[in-house]
């Protein structure tokens, strides 16, 4: 393996179409309301993308220095692994660091001119996301490591990440977008919950404290069912209440096909402890896929 596919690796770009999904859904909520600017639109999606991959790069440190990885079962980390040294990870973080910086302050330039009430508000609302990004598993107290991780993915990849993008460029709030932002947001805890499933036993055993940790995965497996209902009733209440909804608008539901096909399958790696393994890195990828799947019918619905 090259340096640049050992990179690659480490910004696993399999999480990024995630990360891109609650631009896409601000994007096709912007253009229903008729205040769709592809330039604010590209720079939130790009500042999105370089946010993730710095939360990225911060996982895969932070979880090397503790030592959740050795016994890792999940695609390995390039630290743990020995191709990436820590001062080299270092630089990195502090590059990418610099890269979402200058990404979110364009994007400022680009919606807000020279209002200096909105620069503030979002300079503050960048950092939060920056500091959330590296101190997920970083620093004195990791809150990924304290049962944290699932709201933070909420707020951050949901309602922030719609709610933000869609503000930067209406500069105005309905607050009925809520509901699709919470679908995202919930979509995107439905994720990291399978991750946490596949995980339990090794994070049990570095004192990792996540919710499934704290549950159980037959508790977890629950709550991860009325994440995936609530998030598709949320955005099927908002089309609902749309004035000139139409019944093909519910298109996006189609997407609940390949997610209950993964409930099902989680449900079957539940009893299978001898194919737990597989059986949960193949429906993370396919939660992941159909969550970006989702925003892009959702917008479309919107659009046309």
Request: neutral net charge; aromatic residues 12%; glycine residues 6%.
């Amino acid at each position: 393996m090259n340096k640049f596919q050992v990179w690659l690796q480490a910004c696993r770009l399999r999480t990024l179409p995630l990360a891109a999904s609650s631009i896409i859904v601000a994007g096709g909520l912007a253009q229903y309301y008729q205040v769709f600017d592809m330039g604010i639109f590209l720079l939130s999606l790009l500042t999105a993308l370089l946010l993730q991959i710095l939360s990225n790069l911060a996982n895969d440190y932070g979880d090397a220095l503790t030592g959740v990885d050795e016994q890792r079962v999940g695609p390995q980390r390039v630290m743990q692994s020995g191709l990436i040294s820590k001062p080299t990870m270092q630089k990195a973080l502090i590059f990418v660091t610099f890269a979402c910086l200058l990404s979110g302050l364009s994007l400022l330039v680009r919606s807000f001119g020279d209002d200096l009430q909105h620069w503030l508000v979002f300079i503050g609302l960048g950092i939060a996301a920056i500091v959330a990004a590296i101190t997920y598993t970083m620093g004195k107290i990791p809150y990924g490591y304290r049962a944290m991780g699932d709201l933070a993915v909420f707020l951050f990849f949901g309602l922030l990440g719609v709610l933000g993008s869609f503000y930067l460029q209406a500069l105005t709030l309905p607050s009925a977008i809520l509901l699709p932002a919470f679908s995202i947001g919930l979509l995107s805890a439905a994720v990291l919950n399978i991750n946490n499933m596949r995980d339990l036993v090794n994070d049990k055993a570095a004192n990792k404290i996540t919710l499934v940790v704290l549950f159980g995965r037959q508790k977890a497996f629950i709550y991860h069912l009325l994440l995936i209902i609530t998030a598709m009733a949320c955005s099927a209440i908002y089309i609902y209440t749309l004035p000139d909804s139409q019944f093909w608008q519910f298109l996006f539901l189609l997407i609940a096909s390949p997610l209950i096909k993964s409930c099902t399958q989680i449900a079957i790696a539940l009893n299978a402890p001898e194919n737990e393994s597989a059986i949960f890195n193949e429906q993370l990828k396919n939660t992941a896929i159909s969550t970006f799947v989702f925003s892009l019918l959702f917008s479309i619905v919107l659009i046309t």
